[in-house]
Antibody, heavy 121, light 113 residues
C-alpha cells in the first residue's frame, strides 16, 4: 500500500534552516511527484510547491520562492524540503503528498503524517 | 491566486441530519475542453492529514461513504453529508486545482449538535 512517512518534529531558532524528509513506499517513486503543504496551528492548508520525482523539476508557490528548496533522492525513494531563514510564522505542520508526475495542481489522495516545525527563540 | 471562500465557518448538526457546506471560488474553475470542474473536497480530523473525499467537484474517492456528495459548477460548490455520523466530526476544506497554485478554502468545522 502507498505510504509516505515523514521525519520527526523539529524545534529551530529564528534564522535557522530546517529540512523535512518524506520517504515513499508502495509505488514506483519516479512515476509521481511530491507536493508539500503546510498548516499553521489552528489554521488552514497552504500549498508550498511540487517536485517531479522523475525529472526533479520544481514549481514553488511565489510566496516561498528563494527560501524553499525541494529535492528528491530516487535511490532511497525520498523527498526533502528545506526552508531557510525561519521566522515564527513558519511554525506549522508540514505535509508531503503524492502528486502527479507533471504538475502539482491536482488533488492528493496520499499524504504523509505531517512534521511539526516549531520556530522559537 | 484563486481565492476560495467557504461558509459557514462552523456548523453543528444532529446525528442523522444533513450537513451542507458551501465553497465559492473567485473565478470559474470549470474547463470547457473536458467539461470538468477542478474542485476537490477534503476531510481533516484532529491530528491527522487531510483525506481526499471528492474530486472533479462530484466524483467520490474510492472508499468514501456515499453519504458524502459534491455538487456545483463554475464558481459555486457544495459538499453535502446526507446523514451525519459521529465519525464525520472534522474540518472540511475545498481546493481548486484549475490554475496557478492550488488554493484551499479556510475550512468548515462540523460538530455534533
Amino acid at each position: 500500500q502507498v505510504q509516505l512517512v515523514q521525519s520527526g518534529g523539529e524545534v529551530k531558532k529564528p534564522g535557522a534552516s530546517v529540512k523535512v524528509h518524506c520517504k515513499a513506499s508502495g509505488y514506483t517513486f519516479t512515476d509521481y511527484g511530491i507536493s508539500w503543504v503546510r498548516q499553521a496551528p489552528g489554521r488552514g492548508l497552504e500549498w508550498m510547491g511540487w517536485i517531479s520525482a522523475f525529472t526533479g523539476d520544481t514549481n514553488y508557490a511565489q510566496k516561498f520562492q528563494g527560501r524553499v528548496t525541494m529535492t528528491t533522492d530516487t535511490s532511497t525513494n525520498s523527498a526533502y524540503m528545506e526552508v531557510r531563514s525561519l521566522i515564527s510564522d513558519d511554525t506549522a505542520v508540514y505535509f508531503c503528498a503524492r502528486a502527479p508526475l507533471v504538475s502539482g495542481s491536482s488533488p492528493s489522495a496520499y499524504w504523509g503524517q505531517g512534521t511539526l516545525v516549531t520556530v522559537t527563540s | 491566486d484563486v481565492l476560495m471562500t467557504q461558509s459557514p465557518d462552523s456548523l453543528a448538526v444532529s446525528l442523522g441530519e444533513r450537513a451542507t457546506i458551501h465553497c465559492k471560488s473567485s473565478q470559474s474553475v470549470f474547463y470547457n475542453s473536458n467539461n470538468k470542474n477542478y474542485l476537490a473536497w477534503y476531510q481533516q480530523k484532529a491530528g491527522q492529514p487531510p483525506k481526499l473525499l471528492i474530486y472533479w467537484a462530484s466524483t467520490r474517492e474510492s472508499g468514501v461513504p456515499d453519504r458524502f456528495s459534491g455538487s456545483g459548477s463554475g464558481t459555486d460548490f457544495t459538499l453535502t453529508i446526507s446523514s451525519l455520523q459521529a465519525e464525520d466530526v472534522a474540518v472540511y476544506y475545498c481546493q481548486q486545482y484549475y490554475t496557478g497554485p492550488p488554493t484551499f478554502g479556510g475550512g468548515t468545522k462540523v460538530e455534533i449538535k
